[in-house]
């Protein structure tokens, strides 16, 4: 995993069920979503790092109304979710009713999952811990 | 040190709404002839054009719009360019204009912006405008602007305490406010308890919480202290401008409940301008959602973060109270043609400071300002707008 990381291994990770982050090689912040530059220190070098998958819920919303792609999974959960490494990624969260949501904690600690859809894409998912 | 060159000497709309059997072009040219001809001010004397539309390419299918449109209003051959920023597209046009002018390359120019949204259908529109959030990592996994605004929603809610009533109570005021104004798209009241109504589009934010999908134009007249006088009594001077980015994913935010492009935009503005907050007089804000005029109203500085919602329930943004926010009725009740708001907002400032609201008309109108941001607030644009006998 020496290479130059790219935006379509990152992607390509998640539908294999692998998450990994970009990590500054001159600081060591970990990336994710991917940055061409790292956010710490400038740096445009970057290469792969394994988190944890722990991490803390930020924010949500429930998608009711969907573009056409999405509109067999509404309502389904977005969230912001902050790793446990420091960065912050967006996606899907499981384990709770999409018609309760004011019973979603926020600040608990989740972990890190794969929700499928019917064609088989993976999507980047959190659960409850 | 202020700009002191840039005057706007005309500005005007076209009824906002669905448009049907008005094209693209049409629209345009309806709200160049009304800032121009109408206005007594001849086409020849514009000598460049700044014009903001957004995704035109899958909304009527067509690209290189500037020429295209000004050659249809009876502009062509000057320079004309088409400024993207989503939905700060109008006032990226606008700021473009007023450094061309400031510059002293043009003393007159045309600022306009317009789309034609309505001729797809709403779930094509609604991924039209998802291109203007990122592909890759946000809109792929199915976050829709809807939920980028649930999402800040939420975290308001959750650190400051704000309710779905506070966002419906903004809705409310929208409707009020548009409710005498014959170019808005809804000109009707609403309730309370209509605006709660729980149609859900992405938690906590309702249909009323949204903004519509709209057809329209507008488009204003800018020129240089020297020539203004002859075509107006009355210009509004842009004192200030201000410009910001930010990053595209809401996920690489540490704050969602404020807006950073938005308070980097406008304190570059009011530090041009050498003006505060305290010294506006009203706001025109970029209240694609209920919340978003929420977090406008303190990102901008009129209230301080976490206080816009009990700003809104203590009626200090209504049109009579201290603070007025969007006295015409705002995107939410006017509408919201993508490329065409910046201008209109522009254009809603120009009439209020020059007392031409009518029934719209704030008490206060000296000074104020305006707030256009686009996407997910990855774009902000700000300024600060004066007249000048003011
Ligand atoms: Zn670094």
Same mark, same amino acid.
């Not at chain 2, 990855?378 to 300024?383: L, Q, T």
């Given at each position: 995993m020496s290479e130059k990381p790219t935006v379509e291994e990152y992607l390509q990770n998640i539908q294999n069920g692998q998450f990994k982050a970009y990590k500054c090689v001159e600081c060591g912040m970990v990336i994710a979503p991917p940055s061409g530059s790292c956010y710490g220190c400038g740096s445009s070098k970057m290469e792969w790092t394994?988190? &944890?998958? /722990?991490?803390?819920?930020? &924010?949500?919303?429930?998608?009711?109304?969907?573009?056409?792609?999405? %509109?067999?999974? %509404?309502?389904?959960?977005?969230?912001?979710? =902050?790793?446990? =490494?420091?960065?912050?990624?967006? %996606?899907?969260?499981?384990?709770?009713?999409?018609? /309760?949501? =004011?019973?979603?904690?926020?600040g608990s600690v989740v972990i890190l999952d794969y929700e499928i859809n019917k064609t088989g894409k993976k999507y980047l998912a959190f659960k409850p811990a | 040190m202020p700009l002191n060159n840039t005057n706007i000497v005309s500005a005007a709309q076209t009824k906002f709404g669905a448009l049907e059997g008005v094209s693209l072009r049409e629209m345009f040219a309806e709200a160049v002839d009304k800032a121009t001809v109408d206005a007594g001010i001849p086409k020849k004397d514009i000598q460049a054009a700044f014009i903001g539309t957004f995704i035109p390419e899958m909304l009527v299918h067509q690209g290189h719009t500037a020429p295209l449109l000004l050659d249809f209003a009876g502009l062509k051959g000057i320079p004309a360019t088409r400024h993207e920023d989503a939905c700060a597209s109008g006032a990226t046009a606008l700021r473009a204009a007023v450094m061309a002018i400031e510059s002293g390359m043009y003393d007159t120019v045309l600022v306009a912006g317009a789309e034609k949204m309505t001729s797809v259908s709403t779930n094509k529109a609604t991924e039209a405008l998802a291109a203007a959030a990122d592909d890759q990592f946000e809109s792929s996994i199915g976050l829709t602007f809807p939920g980028v605004f649930g999402i800040a929603a939420v975290a308001h809610m959750q650190k400051y305490g704000t309710t779905e009533e506070d966002m419906a109570l903004v809705a409310v005021k929208a409707h009020k406010n548009a409710s005498t104004n014959p170019l808005a798209q809804f000109q009707k009241e $609403?309730?309370?308890?209509?605006?709660?109504?729980?149609?859900?589009?992405?938690?906590?934010?309702?249909? +009323?919480?949204?903004s519509p999908i709209s057809d329209g134009a507008a488009a204003l007249v800018l020129t240089s202290t020297e020539k203004a006088k002859q075509y107006t009594d009355l210009? #509004?001077?842009?004192?200030?401008?201000?410009?910001?980015?930010? @990053?595209?994913?809401?996920?690489?935010?540490?704050?969602?409940? @404020? +807006?950073?492009?938005?308070?980097?935009? @406008?304190?570059?503005?009011?530090?041009m301008a050498g003006l505060e907050a305290k010294d506006m007089d009203f706001a025109v804000v970029h209240d694609c959602f209920t919340i978003a005029e929420i977090i406008a109203s303190e990102?901008?500085? +009129?209230?301080?973060?976490?206080?816009?919602?009990?700003?809104?329930?203590?009626?200090?943004?209504?049109?009579?109270?201290?603070?007025?926010?969007?006295?015409?009725g705002g995107l939410k009740a006017v509408g919201h043609p993508v490329g065409a708001t910046g201008v209109k907002q522009a254009v809603v400032v120009y009439r209020e400071l020059i007392g031409d609201a009518g029934p719209n008309q704030v008490s206060n109108h000296d000074t104020? $300002?305006?707030?256009?941001?686009?996407?997910?607030?990855?774009?902000? #644009?700000?300024?600060?707008?004066?007249?000048?006998?003011?």
């Open positions: 394994n988190v &944890s998958g /722990k991490g803390t819920l930020v &924010s949500f919303t429930v998608i009711h109304v969907a573009p056409d792609e999405f %509109a067999e999974e %509404a309502p389904y959960y977005i969230a912001i979710v =902050e790793l446990e =490494e420091g960065t912050r990624v967006s %996606a899907r969260l499981l384990g709770f009713d999409p018609l /309760k949501p =004011e019973e979603v904690p926020l | $609403i309730t309370l308890e209509k605006a709660m109504t729980p149609r859900y589009i992405a938690w906590p934010l309702k249909l +009323f919480d949204c210009p #509004v001077k842009i004192t200030g401008t201000g410009q910001a980015s930010a @990053s595209m994913n809401l996920c690489d935010r540490a704050d969602l409940t @404020s +807006f950073h492009a938005s308070v980097d935009a @406008s304190r570059q503005a009011y530090k990102d901008i500085g +009129f209230f301080k973060p976490g206080e816009g919602a009990k700003a809104v329930r203590e009626g200090t943004t209504s049109r009579d109270g201290d603070k007025p926010i969007n006295p015409m104020a $300002i305006m707030h256009n941001f686009g996407g997910t607030g990855a774009s902000c #644009v700000v300024n600060i707008l004066r007249r000048a006998d003011a």
